[in-house]
Every structure is written in structure tokens, then in C-alpha cells.
């Protein structure tokens, strides 16, 4: 027995023997693949900065495994002062700004990416140019500064429009350019302008068949049909672009995609399904260290988890992700994980919490907005959009300079006549297109004035009132309940007083708020009915702001208010006769516009009602772009004996856009 045990336990020292063995000799590979990689990357690095090429594309053959180690970007940086080869060294910094964007260190790759650019300035390298501009320019957009970032992106596409054979580096940073703007248009909601530009960098990537970059502008196709309300669009994009990143095998692409999809699971209340997916985005960011999607995905997991009823997770996973927001400077994820959980604590009966997340949320929103000048932003949209028309002009241009040094000296004078009429064209354009500006710029005014005009100081103290009535009487979840419709309410009419239009869908919520917050003076007794009609998306069609208002003020003041009887009613009804126009009655049960005058005319102080001219007049201008022209009848309603039971006033407006305009 002793025999055999002596047996086993020298098989048991062989087979331990053999296991260390092998360790030892992997080991001894792995350093030995290590040391050839040092040795390799010390070789092209003495070899290149005696080469000194100038194209990209060479030095990032040479050095593409090595992008991400930032000792060995180090070492080239250095390498290539002490050798005085500026392109080595501005390669390397870029490269470094890469990383240290791609770890949240923003202000170290602003600083990276600028020193690199100035490198390329000196030895006016347009390839390491458009590169640097470029990555600047998508640093300042994930700082959410919009401005800089747009400058600079510009800047790129300028420089890489300049070059008369573009090589496939240039036509990619044309795309990269173009992907940018549009999601810079994006943040601004400027959606068809976005739509635009990621058509045109789509182009550029499928015939360089660079899967990386299609995965990109799918995405980003995807966030604008969300950001429209057209869901199944947006999924069917997103998962375009998740096909492209596994193709790739990028594990960001991936984690991009797994929250945009976990997104619109939300949108569908399919939570499950969003808790699953986000699960496995941030499992994967965590590992990377990106901190701008690690705060985007803890965001998105609380706000699944806060649908599914898992409180206390979906509040830790929210501020997680609001405090990475806070450290890293992420304005629009710290305004999105406010507003999650100003839902989150309303839902779980904490209404302080709640309002004081909420009101954060809107202090930093206006601060964005502040930031993004809009005259700046439209003369901007201006010049992209009219970008194609100029690089024709400057064809025509350098083809005439062309022609003319060819012409006969007696020919000159045709030329000059030419030139004149150029000139006095060009200065034709430009009268043109400063009364342009100064017409749109009356326009806005007068948008912003007619909403003044609507908001009567009477409403909000009255409204006030009543709030403080509820105070007075301890009814709080009355008071938080109407103060915070108050304060929704007032907040989209300071959005709309910026904006021509909005979709039918916000005008149709603010209508809402408007009708609760006016109810509280009925004690409530309106009965507000809205009814849209299944084959309408009030999400796409678009009406002036707060359009509506004058209509149910005056059903309310008009009809309703002398009604003596419990039975007060006021429908509002969304409907399409005519594939050009959509209409919406305003019907109320009230006394009748018969009645309601003989009332007013015995009172002292009458109420004055100047918002249906006004309604007219900013209809009138907004049917101009349109088109169809809008139109308003007003119905008197009677019963059988020939009794007022009440006024219906139907608007059509147009929903079709003119095609096109001269600029």
C-alpha cells in the first residue's frame, strides 16, 4: 500500500511539475512577444525620424497599434522635438488628445489637439490640420459648447473644401466634418438640417466602405427620428449601426447602441427589455472608462429601473450618474438625470425633492441655451446651406480669371463691363439678403410680442391667487399639485416666445396646462376634452406657438363663465379633411356670442379681446411658407327651439411647406 501511495504522489509532483513549466515557458513568451513589440516600436521610431514623412496615412501605418499607449505617444512626441520633425510630434499629440477625450479629461485634450494644430500650421500640413480641427471641434460637443465646437468643425471643412485632390484621409474628415455639424444641428433641434448633413457623410463612408463611420451616421440618423417622435425609424437605424459596430467588434460602438436602443424600449414602456440591454451597456463602459457613456448609462438604467418600481436602485444609479455628470462637466446629462429625478421623487410622493431636482434641471437648461447665440446659429445654418451655391460661384470665378488671361487685349472692355455687372450683382445679393434678415428679424419680434401680449398680467395673478388659496386653507398636494402645472406652464411660454413654430403635439400640452391652471377659478367644473383623430402624428406637424390660446380664453370668458348651469363642457377636436391642411375645432356649451355681447356691453369695465386680430396676423405669416392659406369660421349653435347652446370656431392650417424658395 506504502508502494503505491510513494507512486501517486510522484505522478502528483510530475503532473505540478509539468503545470509550472508550462506557466513559466508562457510567461517567457508573453515577454518575449513584449520585448519584440518594444524593440519593434523603438526600430520604426528611430527609422521615422530620420524618414520624417509628412502624410498621415505613413505614420499611421507605422504607429496605429501604439495609438493608445500614451508612453510610447510620449516617447514619439519627444523623440521627434529632439529630431525636429513637427509632424511626428503633432501625430503623437493627437493622438494623445484622443485619449484623454475618450477618458473625460476635456481640457488636456483641448490642450493636446491645439498643440498639435499649431505644429501643423507651422509646417502647413492641411492633412494634420483638418484632423486636429476636427477633434477639437468633437471635444467642445461632448462639453456640450456648441458655439466653439461648430467653429472649429467649420474651420476643418473649409481647409479640407480647399484641396484640389482631396486624399482618402481629407474626404474622410469631410465626412467626420459633416457628421459633426449635423449632430451640432441636432442639439439645436434643427432636425432636417441634421438629416441633411448625415446623408451626405453617409455618402462619403459607403464608397469608402469605412463600416466605422456608417455605424456613426446611422446612429445619429436613428437620434434625429427620435428626437421627431418616429420610433420604429429610430430603432430600425440604431440597429443598422449596432450591426456595423459588431462587425467592427467596437465595444463603445456597441454600448452606444445599447443605450439608444434601451431608450426607445422606454418610449415603448417595453422596461424590461430596456433594463436589459442598458444592464450590458454599462457592464461594457465600465470596462472602457469612458465617463461620458458611464454617466449616460447609469442615467438610462435609473430611469428603467424607476418605470419597473425598483426605487431604490433607480435612485442610486441616477445620482451615480448625475454626480459623474457634475465632475466631468456633462451640462445635458446632468439637466437629463434632474429631470429623471424630479419623475423619480413625484412618483415615490417627495414633492420638495422633486420641484428642487426639477428646478436645477431648468436654471442649468437656460444656461445651455443662453450659451447657443441664436443669431449666430441662424447666419451660420445660412452658410452651410448655402455652401454648394458658393463653391459653384468660386468655380465660375477662378474659370473666368482663366479665360480672361487667355482673351485679346480689345476684349477687355467686355470683361470690365462683366466684372462691373458681377459686382453690381453681388451687391444686388447682398441688399437682398440684408432685408431678408432684418424681415425675419421684425418677424421674431413680433412673434415674441403677440405671446407677451396673450400672457395678461390678470391670468397669472389670478392664478397665483388661487395657488395661495390653497396655501392659506393647508390644502398642500393641491398647492405643490397646481404650482408645479403653473410653473410647466410658464416655462413653455418663455420656450415658445423663442420659436416661430412648434409641433402640434407641445401646443396641444400647453393647451392642457393652460386648462388646468384656469379650471382652478371654475372650481374645476369645465369638463376639457381633447380627441385626435388615429391617422394624425401631431408629433410632425407644425403650428405656431400657443396659436390656440386666444380660442379657448374665449370659450372660457365668453361662453362659459355667465353660464349658470354645472354642465360646462369645451371640446377640442383634431381632424383631417384635406391631405394640405389640418383642422381643430374649439366647440363649448356656453351662453352664445349673442348673449355674451348684450353681457358686456352693460358692463363698465369691458373685457377687451385683441387676441383673435393678433391670432389672425401670425397665421397670416405663417401660411406664407405654406402651401395653402389658413382659415378660421366661427358657428353659432342652436338647439331645435332656436336656443344659443353654445359657439364652435374651426381653424384650418396648412401643413405642407412650399418646396422651395429663392435664398
Not at 44 to 69: A, G, M, Y
Not at 274 to 289: D, H, P, S, T
Not at 483 to 503: D, G, H, M, Q, W
Request: glycine residues 4%; proline residues 1%.
Amino acid at each position: 500500500m506504502n508502494h503505491l501511495q510513494n507512486i501517486i504522489l510522484v505522478d502528483i509532483v510530475k503532473t505540478k511539475l509539468v503545470v509550472v513549466l508550462m506557466f513559466c515557458f508562457a510567461v517567457c513568451l508573453n515577454l518575449q512577444a513584449q520585448d519584440d513589440l518594444e524593440s519593434d516600436f523603438v526600430s520604426q521610431l528611430q527609422s521615422i525620424t530620420i524618414s520624417k514623412p509628412r502624410d498621415f496615412k505613413i505614420l499611421d501605418s507605422v504607429f496605429s497599434e501604439f495609438e493608445r499607449d500614451t508612453i510610447k505617444m510620449n516617447a514619439l512626441v519627444s523623440k521627434s522635438k529632439a529630431f525636429n520633425y513637427p509632424e511626428g510630434e503633432s501625430f503623437a499629440l493627437n493622438n494623445l488628445g484622443v485619449f484623454m477625450r475618450n477618458n473625460s479629461l476635456y481640457e488636456r485634450a483641448i490642450t493636446n489637439h491645439k498643440k498639435a494644430n499649431a505644429l501643423a500650421i507651422e509646417t502647413n500640413n492641411l492633412e494634420l490640420r483638418v484632423i486636429n480641427l476636427n477633434n477639437i471641434g468633437v471635444v467642445y460637443r461632448r462639453m456640450d459648447l456648441v458655439k466653439p465646437a461648430l467653429d472649429f468643425h467649420a474651420k476643418a471643412l473649409d481647409i479640407a473644401r480647399s484641396i484640389d485632390k482631396p486624399s482618402k484621409e481629407i474626404k474622410y474628415n469631410i465626412a467626420v466634418s459633416q457628421n459633426s455639424v449635423g449632430n451640432i444641428y441636432l442639439v439645436l433641434e434643427q432636425y432636417e438640417l441634421a438629416m441633411r448633413q448625415f446623408q451626405k457623410s453617409l455618402i462619403i463612408e459607403k464608397e469608402a466602405n469605412n463600416k466605422l463611420g456608417l455605424a456613426i451616421n446611422y446612429q445619429n440618423i436613428g437620434i434625429a427620428y427620435e428626437a421627431q417622435g418616429e420610433l420604429d425609424n429610430a430603432l430600425r437605424n440604431y440597429e443598422k449601426s449596432l450591426d456595423y459596430n459588431n462587425q467592427i467588434d467596437s465595444e463603445l460602438g456597441r454600448v452606444i447602441c445599447y443605450n439608444s436602443i434601451g431608450e426607445i424600449y422606454i418610449k415603448q414602456e417595453k422596461y424590461n427589455d430596456a433594463k436589459i440591454i442598458i444592464e450590458k451597456a454599462l457592464e461594457k463602459i465600465l470596462l472602457i472608462g469612458d465617463q461620458f457613456y458611464i454617466a449616460s448609462s447609469y442615467i438610462n438604467l435609473g430611469s428603467a429601473q424607476k418605470h419597473l418600481g425598483l426605487n431604490d436602485l433607480s435612485e442610486t444609479n441616477l445620482k451615480t450618474g448625475l454626480d459623474l455628470a457634475k465632475k466631468y462637466g456633462l451640462k445635458l446629462s446632468i439637466v437629463e438625470a434632474q429631470k429623471h429625478l424630479s419623475e423619480f421623487y413625484e412618483l415615490t410622493n417627495k414633492p420638495n425633492l422633486a420641484l428642487n431636482a426639477f428646478r436645477d434641471a431648468v436654471e442649468l437648461e437656460k444656461t445651455i441655451a443662453n450659451d447657443r447665440n441664436l443669431r449666430y446659429v441662424n447666419d451660420v445654418i445660412i452658410q452651410y446651406e448655402n455652401e454648394a451655391k458658393n463653391n459653384q460661384i468660386k468655380a465660375l470665378a477662378d474659370e473666368n480669371v482663366l479665360v480672361k488671361s487667355r482673351l485679346e487685349s480689345n476684349k477687355k472692355l467686355f470683361w470690365y463691363s462683366i466684372l462691373a455687372l458681377a459686382i453690381i450683382g453681388a451687391i444686388m445679393v447682398a441688399i437682398y439678403r440684408t432685408r431678408q434678415l432684418q424681415q425675419e428679424k421684425q418677424i421674431l419680434t413680433l412673434e415674441q410680442d403677440m405671446l407677451r401680449s396673450q400672457m395678461n398680467p390678470h391670468f397669472i395673478f389670478n392664478s397665483l391667487n388661487s395657488i395661495k388659496l390653497y396655501i392659506i386653507n393647508n390644502e398642500k398636494e393641491n398647492a405643490v399639485y397646481y404650482l408645479n402645472k403653473f410653473s410647466k406652464f410658464i416655462r413653455k411660454i418663455l420656450v415658445a416666445s423663442t420659436e416661430k413654430e412648434i409641433s402640434l403635439e407641445d401646443e396641444l400640452n400647453t393647451m392642457k396646462l393652460y386648462m388646468n391652471i384656469e379650471n382652478i377659478r371654475f372650481s374645476n367644473e369645465i369638463h376639457f376634452e381633447v380627441t385626435i383623430e388615429d391617422t394624425i402624428n401631431t408629433s410632425r406637424i407644425k403650428v405656431p406657438s400657443m396659436i390656440l390660446q386666444p380660442f379657448i380664453e374665449n370659450a372660457l370668458w365668453h361662453g362659459l363663465s355667465a353660464k349658470k348651469e354645472d354642465d360646462k363642457k369645451i371640446n377640442l377636436n383634431v381632424y383631417q379633411i384635406n391631405e394640405d391642411f389640418v383642422t381643430i375645432s374649439i366647440e363649448d356649451n356656453g351662453i352664445g356670442r349673442v348673449r355674451s355681447t348684450k353681457i358686456n356691453d352693460g358692463k363698465l369695465l369691458k373685457r377687451k379681446s385683441v387676441g383673435i386680430s393678433l391670432t389672425k396676423a401670425r397665421l397670416a405669416n405663417f401660411s406664407k411658407d405654406y402651401t395653402g392659406d389658413y382659415s378660421i369660421r366661427i358657428e353659432d349653435l342652436y338647439d331645435n327651439n332656436q336656443k344659443a347652446t353654445g359657439t364652435k370656431v374651426v381653424v384650418d392650417i396648412p401643413i405642407n411647406k412650399i418646396a422651395s424658395r429663392s435664398s
